[in-house]
């Protein structure tokens, strides 16, 4: 019996050591930042899987969804609403492209990398158009190699 719970307050301790490591990254959501008109800041993000993620629309008229071909396989999808703060965790090791659903076409998109960038070259092949597509090569330029 002593067995059964020590083992059992280890498989407790474990987990709870598992999810005070995840760290939770902050995205805001601005008609103006450091990059310019509508953007998120930072729209680059490097996290660990199990990672949560909350973005935050700091200015009106703004929300978060993840780009279709561009979330991992078997990732849970996400469409923020308008002005409402949405938080995802990180559930699956990849890449995650996000756009503001309003000013998707004026570049308003951020890329966040959980752990291995397993599904880059899907991300890559997804077509965009406008501003977006030169945000997003931008982006894509500061993925670190899988190794």
Same mark, same amino acid.
């Given at each position: =019996?002593?067995?059964?719970?020590?083992?059992? %307050? %280890?498989?407790?301790?474990?987990?709870?050591?598992?999810?005070?490591?995840?760290?939770?990254?902050?995205?805001?959501?601005?008609? @103006?930042?450091? *990059?310019?008109?509508?953007?998120?800041?930072?729209?680059?993000?490097?996290?660990?899987?199990?990672?949560?993620?909350?973005?935050?629309? !700091?200015? *009106?008229?703004?929300?978060?969804?993840?780009?279709?071909? +561009?979330?991992? #396989?078997?990732?849970?999808?996400? @469409?923020? *609403? =308008?002005?409402?703060?949405?938080?995802?965790?990180? #559930?699956?090791?990849?890449?995650?492209?996000?756009?503001? !659903?309003?000013?998707?076409? +004026?570049?308003?998109?951020?890329?966040?990398? %959980?752990? @291995?960038?397993?599904?880059?070259?899907?991300?890559?092949?997804?077509?965009? !158009?406008? *501003?977006?597509?030169?945000?997003?090569?931008?982006?894509? %330029?500061?993925?670190?190699?899988?190794?």
């Amino acid at each position: =019996m002593r067995h059964a719970i020590a083992i059992a %307050a %280890a498989l407790a301790a474990l987990l709870l050591a598992g999810a005070a490591q995840a760290a939770d990254h902050q995205i805001q959501l601005l008609n @103006k930042g450091e *990059k310019g008109a509508m953007v998120f800041q930072p729209d680059f993000v490097l996290a660990a899987p199990g990672d949560t993620v909350t973005f935050v629309p !700091t200015d *009106k008229s703004h929300n978060a969804e993840g780009i279709k071909g +561009m979330i991992p #396989d078997s990732a849970t999808p996400f @469409k923020g *609403k =308008m002005n409402e703060p949405i938080t995802i965790t990180l #559930d699956k090791e990849g890449v995650y492209g996000v756009k503001c !659903t309003p000013h998707y076409g +004026m570049g308003m998109v951020a890329l966040i990398v %959980a752990g @291995k960038p397993v599904n880059l070259e899907q991300a890559k092949a997804v077509k965009q !158009t406008g *501003k977006a597509k030169k945000a997003f090569e931008a982006l894509f %330029a500061g993925v670190p190699a899988a190794n």
